[in-house]
Every structure is written in C-alpha cells, then in structure tokens.
C-alpha cells in the first residue's frame, strides 16, 4: 500500500508501490494527482531515482486507466530546476550518458503516451528537464505572477535539451519560436509561455490544481493558427529552408568552435522527421557527444562556480535594510537605485541636487523599462530618496562610499560619516584600485570597514568584490557577502590589494592593447582577435565603453605595481575631451551608442604573437593573484575573471586556460614575448603552484550545496 507521508488518501492504484520523490493520490472521480518532493532537497532537481520512480508509476497509469493525471510540485520554489546536473557530470565521467538520456527520453515518452487526459500544473522555476516533463502531458496550466519561470536553458551548459524537448516544443509552438527559446536559454514569464501556447491557461496560484482538474475535464482548444504554424514551420522542405537562416544569425552571435551546442541543436532540428523516437534518437546522441567536449566541462564548471557565489551569503542575516549612498554619479546613482530596486530603502547623497537629480532620473527610467506597471515603479522610487545634507547616514546600517579616485578625499568623507554610526553599521567603499590597508587609517572601528567594488554596467555586471584587509571583522564580511546576495550579486572575497582581482587582471590587458594601438595596430585588428580568443568584447571598444578617463585613473593607480606603464596618446586625447562612448569620440568615433569602427587595409597582416600579447599579460597577473592569495582558491579566481571581465567563459577562466594549454606552454610563450617585447612579459611568481596543474573537478568548484541545474 502507497500513502503519501502527509495529505494522500489510501491510494489502491499504486499499492505495493513505494515512494521516497513522488506522492500519489486518486479522487473520488478518479483525477490522480501526481506530487514530486525531491527528498532532502529544497528543490526539485531531476535524478534518475526521481526518473525511476515516475516511470513505475506511469507503468501502473498505463494499466488502471485513471480518468486524467495531474502533475505538480510541492516545493514553493518551483516545479523543478532542471536534471542534476551533479549527477550529468558522473556520466559523463562514466562515459554513460547516452544511456542516462536515453532512459529519461522513455520515461516521459511512456507519459506522453498515457491513453487518459495529462496536465502540467507549473508554479515557480521550471527550468530544462522539468520543461521537458511538463511538454511531455498533453496539457499545461501556470500560475500567473512574476515568480513563474519556464525556460530550456540548457545551451548554457554547452548541450541542450535531451529529454525531449527538441522533438517537442519545435512541433508545439512552431520552429522559429521554439528554436528562439532553445538556442537563447532565457526563461519566459508566465504570460509569454501562455501567447506562445507553450502553456494552454494561466490560473491564480491558489487556484492553480483546482484550475488545472478543470482543464483535464475541459482541454483547451489549439488555435488552428498556432496548429497550422507548427506543422507548416516542421516540414521537411521548411526545415532545409530554414535552418540555414537560423544558422547564419547565430554564428553572428558566437563561435561554433566555441560554443558547439545552438549549432548541433539547429542540426538536430533540421534533420528531425515525423517520427518522434526519430527526433528523440538524434537528440540523445547528440547530446551524448557535446558532453565530451571542452566547452560542456567549462562552461557546467562555470555553473557550478555561480553557485558557489551564490550560496557563500547564505544562512547569515545580514541586518540590512537602510543603505545610504554617498556620491551620486554614474556608479553610486546606479548602485543606489539597483539596490532600490531590490527592496532596500536607499538615501543618496552628493554635494547639490543637481548633482542628485539626473541618478533619480535614470533611476526612473531603469525602473519603467524593468517593471510593467505604474505601481510597481512608483513603489521603487519611493525606495530611493534624494539626501543632499545626509541625514540618512544616522539612519543607515550600510553606508557606501562611491566618490572619485582619491584617497585623502575618501578618509576625509570617512571622518564625517563614522561618528553618526549608531552600533554595528558598516562603513563600505566603491574604490576600484585604491588598497584598503591605505583607507582604513583613521578609522575608529576598522573591523567594521570593507570594499563593496560593484562594475559598470550595475544594473547588467553580476559581480561584486568584498574586499578585506588585515582589520576586518570576518562577521561583518559574512554580512556583506549576504547582503550581496539580497540584492541579486555574485559576490568573491578579495584581498585589498591594489586592484583586487578583477582590475588587476584587466589592467595589463588593456594597458597592452593602448600599446598595441599606439604601435599601429587597428583598433579593429585588436578587437577581432580579442574576440576570436573569446572575448565578448574587443579591448579597444572596451576602454571606449569603460572611458578613457577612467582607463587613465586605474592605470595610473596600478601601473607601478604591476611594473608597467600607460602608453602614450591617452592623455592628448583626454586633453582633446574625447574620453570614449560618454563624449562621443575617443580611439573610436561613436554614433547612437555604437562604435563606428574605420575599414582596414585587406592586406593587413597582424603578428602572428598578436592573440598572445593582448591575452596572456590577463593570464600571467592571474597566476600572480594566486600565487599573492588575493582569492582563497583557483575556483574563485576564474569565477571572479569570468563574471568581472566577461574573460571567454568556454575557456573556463585564466586558471583552467593555464590547465588546459600546460602550464608550462604557456610560461614558455610568455617566455618568447619577453626576449621579443620586453620585460613586462617575464612569468610572474605562481607558475609552479599545483593549482596550474590539476584537472578542475566541477562538483568540487560548486563547494557542497544542493543538486540543482
């Protein structure tokens, strides 16, 4: 006999059945309802026990007959995150995984084949397999609020969908809608899964099983137009047509030397027949061999990394809940309303409020573009208040300092806002260069004193530096790491050297191409082989982007200590006013936001040590910040490089390039550049460290936490 442990009724279906993920229930009208509660976990994450299970049930649904099924989840995050994707890493070690897919593939094609009426009942994040779960009933039903997510990110991880959803959700919703969906990963709110028919109806989320018993009772007609689309956008001779389109606007996005995966989806897609097990065995293989590939390991090493960030602000109170900003220029203005955004109550604060004024204003805007309505806006810029005599610093149990590049001027600012401090207010600065050891003087309660280094963009830069110095309480650290999290950031803990980690590592990439560029490399030459390493972005555009003014400030500030120097022409053309993006010019002439970048000389031929000038000095500083401890682990640096620099993530970061290229071919490549550019590229201290030379375990760089995908 099966009971569920809390709310089941004797159930006689399933007697004999035992349970440890699914609850099963049947009404008096004969509706099973269909529960999965992964054990031990706060989240549904798909394993094969979860798999194994549904599949002795849908065994027995096959042979009783109910009079529909319902499928839900009783986790209040979601329906499900996706595979375990923990569990995907072993398989591949095994070298097991087109089995693995192929066994998840029957499961929810035998549910796909009940001969009774099935429906999907979604709230929350339904991500990957459990997309695919929830295409495989005949019909499904969301909850409609913001929280609900549905999406197949699987690309993300250099593969994609196994499970099904290739041969499903083209032949659904239609090709070009369902390839949007798979090959860009992003989730879709509940409301637009519902006008793609991705979902059939959308209920109140305290309505949504009994919405979801009524739907089985009375299916939700397709609209023939949808109906049409679908089957139009799946034939053969529509396919051969195209796919060639499709595949031209992605290789305009990415690489397929490095990221493989959108390009074998499109194949899979193309060559799929009518035939479902024949669309379902060219997914499975096909998957099966992306997961042996280079990009698959890094790219689900850099997922598990994420999580790590994460999770190192979880299970502390951070105690926060008013911030005060000091400095309301780009990037206070924009951490000020980013954490306004997030629920915080945020007071800034400048010299005049015509200097306060244009960050409320593109507060404003940010907010109108991110929330639908007018409420929702005016309740976040209620949260932001204008604070020109800084009464708010009383009030506040974060104070951020976000002023110009100047260590005096910051102390001073210091001296004022600390003797306002009630009890265990921390005390924060935005410094980029600027090391701690050097702020920190004066201070009466150091220990209570850090740096929170967001990056620009804010509202688009996932990460944030928490950097230490010798003085810091480790309590209040673990605050700044939660409150990171609170506000949606991926935090790593720095030490406060100069630069930290990020701009210590970015620093001689740039400095290198300004050099470069002063030598007579075009800009574009520069930002095209950038971009072939796998940059998403070319070092000259960036220093347009990020303002030449700005590149000039950090590179002053750490060219000594990285024994380097600022090329010549930067500071003619600050002179001149041309500071990048911002004022329109600077190495590039910018219109309507974009760079127009000058043709070059067919002819042209760059050196052939060109790739290797612009990126290993990135790589040599980051083995030199290993080797200094300015991160606690190699893991941490490359998710810190990856997440501050966009650094191509198919590679995994600095520290698995070293790995993956031989820590010594690369020293001896630095080698060479030395004896024929300079000495700037002598291999600093660090490159016989054991870290360069251990295979990177990706469960290892999640650092314990729950399966999730």
């Known amino acids: 006999m099966f009971r569920s442990p809390a709310t089941a009724p004797y159930t006689p279906m399933f007697e004999g059945l035992r349970f440890n993920h699914w609850k099963a229930s049947e009404d008096d009208s004969g509706i099973v309802t269909l529960t999965l509660d992964r054990a031990g976990s706060s989240v549904n994450a798909i394993s094969r026990a979860v798999l194994d299970e549904l599949g002795q049930i849908v065994e027995r649904l096959a042979i009783e007959k109910p009079a529909g099924v319902i499928v839900h989840s009783a ?44 429906v999907a009942a979604v709230h929350g994040a ?158 499975a293989r096909s998957v099966a061999k992306l997961a042996q590939t280079p990009t698959a390991h890094n790219l689900i090493r850099i997922f598990f990394l994420q999580e790590r960030l994460k999770n190192q602000g979880g299970g502390v109170e951070h105690g926060i809940g008013h911030v005060h900003v000091v400095g309301a220029g780009v990037m206070g203005g924009d951490i000020a309303a980013w954490t306004a955004f997030k629920g915080f109550q945020v007071t800034l604060q400048d010299r005049e409020m015509k200097y306060v004024q244009p960050a409320l204003d593109r507060a404003r805007a940010f907010y109108e573009k991110k929330l639908k309505t007018p409420e929702k806006v ?98 209040v650290e673990k605050r700044a790491l939660a409150f990171c999290k609170a506000i949606g950031k991926l935090p790593v803990a720095v030490k406060g050297t100069p630069g930290f980690l990020v701009n210590r590592i970015l620093m001689p990439y740039l400095l290198e191409a300004l050099r470069l560029y002063s030598e007579g490399v075009p800009g574009p030459v520069l930002d095209r082989t950038a971009k072939a390493f796998g940059m998403p972005m070319g070092p000259i555009e960036l220093a347009d ?54 043709e070059v000389d067919p002819d042209y031929a760059p050196a052939e040590d060109l790739q290797d000038r612009l990126i290993l000095p990135m790589v040599n500083e980051a083995v ?15 998710a810190g490089v990856i997440f501050g620099t966009g650094f191509a ?29 300079g000495e700037r590229f002598q291999p600093k201290q660090g490159w016989d460290l054991p870290a360069l030379r251990e295979p990177a375990d990706p469960v290892a760089a999640a650092g314990g936490g729950e399966p999730r995908s």
Not at 625 to 638: E, K, P, R, S, Y
């Open 75 to 118: 986790k209040p995050a979601g329906f499900a995150v996706g595979a375990d994707i923990k569990e995907f890493v072993e398989y591949a070690r095994q070298g097991t995984v087109l089995e693995n897919i192929e066994n998840g593939q029957r499961v929810y094609e035998a549910l796909a084949r009940l001969p009774c009426p099935t």
């Open 545 to 598: 982007t990020v303002g030449l003014d700005v590149c000039a400030s950090v590179g002053k500030e750490l060219a000594p200590f990285l024994g380097l120097e600022l090329p010549p022409g930067i500071e003619d053309r600050l002179e001149a006013g041309k500071r990048g993006k911002k004022d329109g010019q600077g190495l590039y002439v910018w219109e309507d936001g974009k760079p127009k970048k000058p």
């Open 378 to 475: 005016a309740e976040a810029a209620g949260r932001l208040r204008a604070d020109v005599e800084g009464k708010g610093v009383a009030e506040a149990d974060l104070a951020i300092e976000a002023i110009f590049e100047n260590a005096e001027a910051k102390r001073a600012l210091y001296a004022q806002i600390e003797p306002q401090f009630q009890a265990d207010e921390i005390l924060a600065s935005n410094t980029s260069s600027i090391p701690l050891d050097e702020l920190r003087t004066g201070l009466k309660a150091p220990q209570r004193f850090l740096g929170l280094h967001f990056f620009n963009p804010v509202a688009q830069m996932p990460l944030v530096e928490v950097v230490r110095h010798d003085r810091l309480d480790p309590a």
């Open 126 to 283: 339904c991500m990957g397999g459990g997309t695919e779960l929830i295409l495989a009933c005949r019909q499904r039903i969301a909850a409609d609020d913001d929280k609900t997510r549905i999406g197949l990110p699987e690309v993300m991880l250099g593969i994609h969908p196994g499970w099904g959803g290739t041969a499903r959700l083209p032949r659904l919703i239609g090709a070009p809608d369902a390839l949007q969906v798979m090959l860009t990963g992003k989730p879709l709110s509940a409301r637009r899964a519902l006008a793609l028919g991705v979902v059939d109806r959308l209920a109140r989320p305290d309505e949504l099983l009994a919405e979801a018993r009524a739907l089985l009772r009375r299916p939700q007609p397709v609209p023939a137009a949808r109906r049409a689309k679908a089957w139009a956008t799946n034939l053969w001779p529509v396919r051969q047509l195209l796919a060639p389109m499709v595949l031209k606007q992605t290789a305009a996005k990415v690489r397929k030397e490095h990221y493989p995966a959108p390009f074998a989806l499109i194949e899979v897609w193309r060559r799929g027949g009518a035939s479902i097990q024949q669309r379902l065995k060219l997914e």
């Open 649 to 677: 993530p198919f590679r995994g970061g600095p520290i698995q390039y070293v790995r993956s290229e031989g820590a010594g071919v690369v020293k001896g490549r630095l080698e060479k550049l030395a004896q024929r550019h």
């Open 624 to 638: 030199a910040c290993l080797a200094d401890g300015v991160v606690d682990d190699a893991d941490l640096l490359d």
